[in-house]
Each structure stands twice: as structure tokens, then as C-alpha cells.
């Protein structure tokens, strides 16, 4: 299964909503997780089921969708959430990722 | 809490095998996914394979050929082998414990730290 992300990158302003898409190349229902990604550092679990946010994650962070088209909203971007963002169908085998969206603060 | 340490060789040459280590420690292998995956310099993340406590492994496509992932429970612990590498096996390359949901292989919600391996002659 095929997973696109969009945008590539995206810079947005301190306390701006951010959204993300991930496109899959066939329905999975719910099984998509959400991973952040700063330089250096092993990938973080954000969401997964779509919807469920992981323990520990701050609740400006939320996903929704199902099927094919998935969103990842940022409500109030932070410092911190300088990062590149991947998603993740949890569907079947082979396990892929989508390409990645760097998201950067203008 | 649940902790993954990796290690390995991070410098081979061409047609050597690749080989990593994942110790787990504060918790059990039963009942989680344990995986590779690797994310070349500054590209994205690429699952490898992974393997069940009971040994039952699982290989993306791209890898059959060349991958070998076993598991120790004794030891906690769980392995990459990956022969006759090239320079196109350069990558970091971490280990990550996944959460499978009944016959699907589920999200990661932990991961080593990862390891830089280089191949180059």
C-alpha cells in the first residue's frame, strides 16, 4: 500500500493551525499512525487508529479520518513542533510510510 | 517503563553482512511486534521486517533475499542480519516495538535509538 503525504514541507506561524495530509493507495480503514521525527532522534508515536492520541502527546495535536484520506492537525503550532511528520498504515504487510512533511516556523 | 538498546557494527564494505543487536529491558517480548526499519540519510522511514516472541517473522518484499530477523527471549533481545549489503544499505537503522491490533501489524510506540551504519569501501 502506497502512502503520500502532502505537503513536502510547510512553515507556518507560531500559534497557526496546521494541517497534514496522508493519501493511502487503498482503504485501511482506521489503521494509521502519525510519527514525529526531530534531527537526530528516533521517530515519536503521536496518533494512532487515526484518531487516538498516544499517552503523553499534547492535545493540540489530533488526526482524523478513515479509508483513504487522513488529516494530522497542529491546532496552535509551537516552537518545539519543528519537525518533519510521518504517517503510517498499520493495515497489512508490507508496513509503509508516507514520504514525510517537514514542517518549519516562518 | 520499556526501554530499546541497539548495537552493531556501523562500518562494512561491500557484500559484507550487517548485523544489530535490540536488548529490551523493563518489559516482555510476548505480546508486542518487534521490528527494523531503516531511514536512509535524509529520506524517510522504511519498514524491514519484524518477528513475533514466538519467532514468527515477517519481511517486506524488497528485503527477502537478504534479511534475517531472529529473536532470544531469554535475553530479551532481537536481531537484523543483512547480507551482501551495499552502498545502498547505508542508513540508520532502529529497532521499534509495535502494537499489532488481531492479524494486522499495527503502529510503533517505542524505538531504539537507532544506528548509523555506513558501507562503503
Known amino acids: ?39 537526530g532522534k528516533a521517530p515519536k508515536l503521536l496518533i494512532y487508529g487515526a484518531s487516538n492520541l498516544q499517552s503523553g502527546v499534547p492535545s493540540r495535536f489530533s488526526g482524523s479520518g478513515a479509508g483513504t484520506d ?28 508516507g514520504q514525510g512533511t517537514r514542517l518549519e516556523i516562518k | 517503563q520499556v526501554q530499546l538498546q541497539q548495537w552493531g557494527a556501523g562500518l562494512l564494505k561491500p557484500s559484507e553482512t550487517l548485523s544489530l543487536t535490540c536488548a529490551v529491558s523493563g518489559g516482555s517480548l510476548t505480546g508486542y511486534y518487534w521490528s527494523w526499519i531503516r531511514q536512509p540519510p ?35 533481545q532481537f536481531f537484523l542480519n543483512l ?11 532502529y529497532c521499534g516495538r ?11 510506540d517505542d524505538c531504539g535509538q537507532g544506528t548509523l551504519v555506513i558501507v562503503s569501501s
Open chain 2, 83 to 93: 547480507t551482501s549489503v551495499t552502498a545502498a544499505d547505508t542508513a540508520m537503522y
Open chain 1, 1 to 39: 500500500i502506497q502512502m503520500t503525504q502532502s505537503p513536502s514541507s510547510v512553515s507556518a506561524s507560531i500559534g497557526e493551525r496546521v494541517t497534514i495530509t496522508c493519501r493511502a493507495s487503498q482503504g485501511i480503514n482506521i489503521w494509521l499512525a502519525w510519527y514525529q521525527q526531530k534531527p
Open chain 2, 42 to 76: 535524509g529520506k524517510g522511514l522504511e519498514w524491514i521486517g519484524g518477528i513475533n516472541h514466538d519467532g514468527y517473522t515477517n519481511y517486506n518484499p524488497s528485503f527477502t533475499t537478504q534479511v534475517t530477523i531472529s529473536i532470544d527471549t531469554s535475553k530479551t
Open chain 1, 70 to 97: 487522513f488529516t494530522l492537525t497542529i491546532s496552535s503550532l509551537q516552537p518545539e513542533d519543528v519537525a518533519t511528520y510521518f504517517c503510517q498504515q498499520a493495515n497489512s504487510f508490507p508496513i509503509t510510510f
Open chain 2, 98 to 108: 509495535g502494537r499489532r491490533i488481531a492479524a494486522r501489524p499495527g503502529h510503533f
